[in-house]
């Protein structure tokens, strides 16, 4: 999982009153400004559009995957470990199925784990870790040391006893398994960070306001977490993404069910690489790259564009760069721009 | 009232006779997109040695900007994009602070410019004694100095601001916050800086403690010989401290003059009204005014003076022309001192093709 500490510490920048002079010019400013629509500036940003386009590309392939394969990824043929060709894309396996089809057809078993893992373990991790930074005390103390526990169990050991245990295994019950296994390290960020938030003034002043505390968590605390939720959400979908591969990949779960994983674990028994045989495992291990690489992207771009003070960094990173300014805390960066008409 | 002739107008002051820091057409922009807010433009500034120069004027006009870009401490999304600032050391060598490498800046902070932040409770970390605090900025410039040294130079400095140095091994939790306040001057002064920059050094602080510090630094100025640039909204509490006065607003300098000139015969609308927003301890009693409206928005200011939508003497050229700063248009003023109205300035009335408009009696008292 990858989250970034930096949002935490920066966070905590912005509490500081007036160090910095946070003057109301910036306020002032900041009005409706011109007809410019402001709405999707996120995809302003480079690294986050180049995420969301492979994301996409994945999420495209996990709807049609099934229907636009070419083959039943299951079905045998007298094409014996071919390698690539026009019948063949990715080639074929020792069984002469199609390596194509498989990665096709297995892209959406791991999309649905990886974000029905996401989503559960996000639920799981904001709820207990706001929950237990904002009430404190006891509370706090209880699911402070459930999330303890749940952080020291080794986790694959764990989820591979539990999908052994259970009867049937369909990509859903990894999901939850994973998702079961993975949600106390976002807990633990998030209760830190809701401790700090806390006992910052604006809350003290909406709890001075008389608002409900089911409204200064949902509109007070919960907008400043966007960016740790939505980055520890990135990284526990590409957490469990691998987490699903790793299982296939050793033959936990139900192999007749095809995602990439499973297409790996086939190649290691077969000895594809001993074979020489690079087609059976290089598409599916590119694909988990380029998976995680676009979670990661996301990530960055999140982390970039939801703190307000980086925003205008991150949107406007290449012209800073050409422009010369490398902007940092402590050092103004200087450049000669502006036109002297005065004395 | 006093219609002062248009000829014999000297367009620019005298610069200060020994200048220590020189702001010269400083500009700053907030944003790095296409379409940035320009929150400085050319401002220029001289603080003259062993001075103490206040900044006054409304939240949202630059004080504080300015204080930091000259400093270079501007957080992102600030960038400087144009002036000089220049230092002059004791023994007279001139560096552009704006030109440094982060080296050099990195050396040059403290030692020359100091500052004392608005929050000192945030100032001081919460963790450390307050004599390793001290030390610690000590040793950061100087290496060779021992820890002992540094800490008998720390308690030297906090018996200079009236701590008793005991004090040394409390933490900032044990002092009250007109001591902290103290303790960040002391540490401000603990390198000898010819330059102390205070953003609102006593705003937080009631006002027996407001007096009490402001006694100190004025009574520090005169043993150690360092400037000060104070930087408040309390015009009052700069009329007692600061020898020199500039009123900033939206991000212009608007009136630069003596302290006692500015209290007793503003030259700018703005200064005056600022003024008027406060009562007088003596003399009759008066209606309080106050100014009505808001500062401009920085993003869309127009060609005219920023000033003009509020402004009782605005007229046609206003909206036209932005002033510079110029010599008051009022025989018998300092000559150092200056202003930026178009009330003041027939010439540039003139250069745009309206008729000026004399000095009204309430900007050009004796």
């Known amino acids: 999982m990858t989250i970034d500490t930096s949002i935490v510490e920066e966070g905590q920048e912005l509490d500081k009153p007036s160090q910095a002079p946070m003057t109301g010019v910036i306020a002032a400013a900041r009005g409706p400004r011109r007809g410019k629509p402001r709405k999707f500036l996120f995809l302003r940003n480079s690294k986050a559009v180049a995420g969301m386009v492979i994301l996409g590309f994945f999420l495209l392939i996990a709807i049609i995957g099934p229907w636009i394969a070419p083959y039943d990824p299951s079905a045998r043929s007298d094409d014996i470990l071919q390698p690539p060709s026009w019948e063949h894309w990715f080639g074929t396996t020792h069984l002469g199925q199609d390596v194509f089809s498989q990665i096709l057809v297995g892209t959406r078993g791991v999309i649905v784990v990886g974000f029905v893992a996401g989503i559960l373990a996000t639920a799981i991790g904001v709820i207990v870790g706001v929950t237990a930074g904002y009430v404190g005390g006891l509370g706090d103390e209880t699911l402070s040391v459930l999330a303890n526990v749940f952080l020291v169990i080794p986790q694959l050991p764990l989820i591979i006893i539990i999908a052994g245990q259970l009867p049937t295994v369909g990509g859903v019950t990894v999901a939850v398994v994973i998702a079961i296994t993975g949600w106390a390290w976002g807990a633990r960020v998030l209760r830190a960070q809701t401790l700090s938030l806390r006992r910052r003034d604006f809350v003290e002043a909406a709890r001075a306001n008389g608002e409900r505390t089911w409204r200064i968590i949902t509109a007070e605390i919960l907008p400043n977490l966007t960016a740790i939720i939505a980055s520890g959400f990135v990284g526990t979908v590409a957490f469990a993404v691998l987490s699903l591969i790793t299982l296939s990949f050793i033959g936990i779960g139900n192999t007749g069910e095809w995602n990439w994983g499973t297409v790996l674990y086939q190649a290691q028994s077969q000895l594809a690489l001993q074979r020489g045989a690079w087609w059976w495992f290089v598409p599916a291990g590119l694909c988990i790259a380029l998976l995680g690489m676009s979670l990661t992207l996301i990530n960055f771009g999140i982390d970039e564009f939801v703190n307000p003070r980086l925003r205008s960094t991150g949107l406007n990173a290449k012209s800073l760069r050409k422009r010369g300014i490398r902007p940092r805390i402590g050092f103004t960066p200087v450049v000669r721009e502006a036109e002297e008409t005065r004395a | 009232m006093t219609i002062a002739s248009p000829i014999g107008h000297p367009q620019r002051l005298a610069p200060a006779s020994d200048p220590v820091l020189e702001i010269k057409n400083l500009s700053v922009d907030y944003g790095y997109d296409d379409d940035p807010v320009h929150v400085l433009r050319q401002v220029s500034l001289t603080l003259g040695r062993g001075e103490v120069l206040g900044l006054a004027g409304e939240s949202g006009c630059g004080k504080s900007t300015l204080a930091y870009a000259a400093t270079r401490l501007l957080p992102p999304p600030g960038l400087i994009t144009g002036g000089e600032v220049l230092f002059t050391d004791r023994s007279g060598v001139k560096t552009d602070l704006l030109r440094l490498n982060d080296t050099q800046l990195r050396a040059s902070r403290w030692q020359d410019m100091a500052i004392v932040f608005q929050g000192a409770m945030n100032s001081l970390n919460p963790v450390y004694r307050i004599g390793r605090q001290i030390a610690d900025g000590i040793r950061a410039h100087e290496p060779k100095t021992s820890q002992k040294e540094a800490l008998e130079r720390a308690a030297e400095l906090l018996d200079l601001v009236g701590i008793a140095p005991d004090r040394l091994r409390s933490y900032p939790h044990e002092l009250s916050g007109g001591m902290r306040q103290r303790v960040m001057i002391a540490m401000a002064l603990a390198l000898d800086p010819q330059v102390l920059i205070m953003d609102e050094p006593t705003t937080a602080l009631d006002v027996v403690m407001q007096r009490q510090i402001v006694e100190q630094i004025a009574e520090l100025r005169d043993r150690l010989g360092f400037s000060v640039i104070f930087i408040t909204h309390d015009v009052s509490l700069l009329i007692e401290i600061a020898d020199r006065i500039a ?118 008292l004796t």
């Open chain 2, 247 to 364: 009123i900033m607003y939206a991000g212009e300098i608007v009136e630069d003059a003596a302290a006692l000139d500015v209290y007793n015969k503003p030259r700018h609308p703005y200064s005056s009204a600022l003024l008027h927003s406060f009562p007088p301890l003596r003399g009759p009693r008066r209606e309080l005014i106050g100014i009505p409206g808001s500062p401009p928005d920085l993003s869309r200011l127009g060609a005219g003076c920023p000033f003009a939508d509020r402004c009782a003497f605005a007229f046609d050229a206003c909206s036209k022309v932005n002033p510079e700063l110029v010599f008051p248009n009022v025989p018998g003023d300092d000559p150092r001192r200056s202003v930026a109205c178009l009330r003041h300035d027939p010439a540039a009335v003139r250069a745009v093709g309206e008729e000026p408009m004399p000095v009204p009696a309430e900007l050009s």
